[in-house]
């Protein structure tokens, strides 16, 4: 059984800092499980455009409120605590935090451990592994 603890990955090479975001990253592909999952906090009043077509993604808000619109629609959704969305389709979309924002996101091809967003939104498919 794998145990981790939030408050102790924060403090490791789990948590990953970018601009409009900061994600520690629980389980990762080297812990075998078939998928990644991460604690997201997006920060108050950021607007981040993302494209995972390497990857599915699920993100589950547990905290703060915002609005994710999906570009090939325009359609737009509230996310506040509770609201799922599952990028099924790899779908191209913006996540604009009207505060900050935690979310529970759980990626398949699971993460290595180290991936920001490139130019196009996506992370790439190899990356650098995190073993703290
Ligand atoms: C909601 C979202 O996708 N934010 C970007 C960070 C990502 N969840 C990650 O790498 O953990």
């Given amino acids: 059984m794998i ?4 408050n102790a990955a ?3 090479d789990r948590r990953v800092v970018s ?4 994600s520690t990253r629980l389980l990762l592909k080297n812990d075998a499980m078939g998928f990644s999952m991460h604690v997201t906090t997006i920060y108050e009043g950021t607007i981040t455009p993302m494209w995972y077509r390497n990857h599915l993604e699920a993100v589950l808000c547990v905290e703060g409120e915002g609005e994710i619109e999906t570009m090939d629609d325009g359609k737009v959704h509230a996310i506040r605590p509770g609201v799922i969305y599952a990028l099924d389709k790899h779908d191209k979309h913006v996540l604009r935090a009207r505060t900050r924002m935690r979310m529970v996101c759980v990626f398949n091809p699971p993460l290595h ?4 967003h490139g130019p196009d939104g996506a992370y790439p498919l ?3 592994e995190v073993t703290a």
């Fill in 3 to 6: 145990v981790r603890d939030l």
């Fill in 10 to 12: 924060e403090k490791t």
């Fill in 19 to 22: 601009e409009t975001w900061e």
């Fill in 113 to 116: 451990g180290k991936e920001v």
């Fill in 126 to 128: 190899e990356a650098e």
